[in-house]
C-alpha cells in the first residue's frame, strides 16, 4: 500500500513526499515548498478516491510536511512512554 500510495503522489506532481500507514489511515507527508499543490479541492478529492481505492479509509495530509526521520519521532515517543 505504500508504494501504491507514493507512486499516487508521484503522478500528482509531488517530488518529495512520503506515505505513512496507520492501520486504515494514510498520512501524507509533502514538502511544504509543494504543500500548495496539496491545497485546492481538485487534489483532495484525487487524494481521498485513489487512496481509499488501495485500501485506505482515511487520508490524511500531514501540516508539518515531509521530514526525514518523522517515523523514528513517533517511536521515540513510545519507548519514552512505555518506561
Known amino acids: 500500500m505504500i508504494d501504491q500510495g507514493e507512486e499516487i503522489l508521484r503522478s500528482l506532481g509531488f517530488n518529495q513526499s512520503r506515505v505513512r500507514h496507520h492501520g486504515d489511515v494514510a498520512r501524507l507527508e509533502i514538502a511544504r515548498d509543494e504543500m500548495w499543490k ?3 479541492m481538485e ?3 484525487a487524494l481521498s478516491r485513489e487512496f481509499k481505492k ?3 479509509k482515511f487520508v490524511a495530509v500531514d501540516v508539518d510536511g515531509y ?3 518523522a517515523l523514528n519521532e513517533v517511536l521515540t515517543q513510545i519507548q519514552i512512554s512505555t518506561r
Open 54 to 56: 488501495i485500501g485506505f
Open 38 to 40: 496539496a491545497l485546492n
Open 67 to 69: 521530514r526525514s526521520g
Open 43 to 45: 487534489v483532495f478529492d
